[in-house]
């Protein structure tokens, strides 16, 4: 009797097989002939199941990012502030526990950038949809809640591309040193902005700004 092989499991064990292989290597630096071994099948195999090294890469990719989504989603919900959502939100940029998805994450990119193909482009738009209409359902529970104002969803979109800029920014230049610091300044100031105040904190504010 034949062995059926389930063909989706098997293209996700092969990538998963050589996550360290790719984390710790520069993906110019390694051969198919090197994955093949890692991965313990041989190259005809691979290409069986990719098409190059890239599309190995992009399958690590989407399976991390997967397993993250599921994580972060536990951690957001319990919480119970939107500014704390936020930051959550945000928190693969620069938590420990994120350092090999980033690392595989930013090769991705550059792959993206530097040889464009149609699947990850398709990728990488359901992926940022994905990220802005969650992250603009926190908002929007923030402003049902009472907690921000209305004015808030307005700016969803600023935020989320400000977050995703500063993580850029902390990668290809030496301005961000601590890049959860940052995160914390920017939400904690753009927060006292847009969160809803009571009569007490209102009055103190516009005294402060009146003597101070």
């Known amino acids: ?6 063909k989706v499991q098997k293209k996700k064990d092969i990538a998963l097989s050589c996550k360290e292989l790719f984390v710790n290597n520069s ?3 390694l051969t198919i002939s090197q994955v093949a071994k890692t991965a313990g099948v041989g190259k005809g195999t691979i290409y069986e199941y990719f098409k190059n090294k890239e599309d190995i890469v992009f399958e690590i990719v989407n399976i991390l990012l997967q397993e993250h989504n599921e994580k972060k989603r536990e951690k957001i919900q319990a919480l119970n502030s939107a500014k704390d959502r936020v930051k959550i939100f945000f928190y693969v940029f620069y938590n420990d526990d994120n350092e090999q998805l980033r690392k595989l994450y930013k090769e991705f990119i550059s792959i993206s950038l530097m040889t464009p193909n149609k699947e990850m482009m398709q990728f990488q738009t359901k992926c940022a949809t994905t990220y802005f209409n969650w992250f603009e359902e926190i908002i929007q529970e923030g402003i049902d809640n009472g907690e921000l104002i209305k ?6 979109r600023g935020l989320f591309v400000v977050g995703e800029g500063m993580f850029i920014s902390s990668e290809v ?3 961000i040193d601590d890049l959860k610091k940052e ?5 904690d100031t753009i927060f006292d902005l847009m969160e809803v105040k009571n ?6 504010s516009s005294t402060s700004r009146i003597w101070g």
């Open 1 to 6: 009797m034949a062995i059926i092989v389930d």
């Open 27 to 29: 993906i110019k630096d």
């Open 151 to 156: 004015d808030a969803k307005k700016l969803a």
């Open 173 to 175: 230049t030496t301005t």
């Open 183 to 187: 995160f914390d300044l920017f939400f």
């Open 199 to 204: 009569e007490t904190t209102a009055t103190a």
